[in-house]
């Protein structure tokens, strides 16, 4: 059975930093891109990151980049979020999921002070 | 940025009823390699989204084939025929052809 369990998420003050994990299961990690998205409170989806299966190439919106960095490790079926100079507007439930079939159940970032 | 327009927002319908639901791109969606990467999921309340269709009108495993996916270029629908109460929620479409990536602002389907 595929399953991602996303872990890291909480409360962090702005321009703080913040580290999201998502271990992967029952899929052969390294075969697939990766992504998170995320979703502000009452509002829609909105793509974060992707990843390339082996790591290799990283895709980002101008709305993270230079801030948000996404990677993998393949040899621990793990994917991880580095979210750094964080802002109000980065509070969300935040999601892994492999190729948008499988998603995990989110974990949530909350950025005040 | 590529810009998905779903309609309608909202739709309210009686079970067994059919309904649509479009999502219109601002730019075509057919890649160099001539696939369509249009997926259309589903998110239930309180739960994780899910992926009920991609390229266009292909059905994940699992999915009811009440579920259809149509569309070419820049113009896609939903059709959900013979609606069941565990069809509600929101549904987005999502484009995978250009970066970045975007989703469609959703439709919420109630339950009449």
């Known amino acids: 059975e595929v399953q991602l369990v996303e872990s890291g998420g909480g409360l962090v003050q702005p321009g703080r930093s913040l580290k999201l994990s998502c271990v992967a299961s029952?899929?052969?990690?390294?075969?697939?891109?990766m992504t998170w998205i995320r979703q502000a409170p009452g509002k829609g989806l909105e793509w974060v990151a992707s990843?390339?299966?082996?790591?290799?190439?990283?895709y980002y919106p101008d709305s993270v980049k230079g801030r948000f960095t996404i990677s993998r490790d393949n040899a621990k079926s793990t994917l991880y979020l580095q979210m750094n100079s964080l802002r109000s507007e980065d509070t969300a439930t935040y999601y892994c999921?492999?190729?948008?079939?499988?998603w995990g159940q989110g974990v949530m970032v909350t950025v005040s002070s | 940025d590529v810009v998905m327009t779903q309609t309608p927002p909202s739709l309210s319908v009686a079970i067994g009823q059919s309904v649509s639901i479009s999502c219109k791109s601002s730019q075509s969606l057919v890649a160099s390699d001539k696939n369509t990467y249009l997926n259309w999921l589903l998110q239930s309340p309180g739960r994780s989204p899910k992926r009920l269709i991609y390229?266009?009108?292909k059905l994940d495993s699992g999915v009811p084939d009440r579920f259809s996916g149509s569309g070419s270029e820049k113009d896609f629908t939903l059709k959900i025929s013979r609606v069941e109460a565990e069809d509600l929620g929101v549904y987005y479409c999502?484009?995978?052809?250009?970066?970045?990536?975007?989703f469609g602002s959703g439709t919420k389907l109630e339950i009449k």
């Open positions: 990843i390339t299966n082996t790591g290799g190439s990283t």
């Open positions: 999921t492999r190729d948008w079939d499988y």
């Open positions: 999502l484009q995978g052809t250009h970066l970045p990536l975007t």
């Open positions: 029952g899929f052969t990690f390294n075969n697939y891109w």
């Open positions: 390229q266009v009108s």
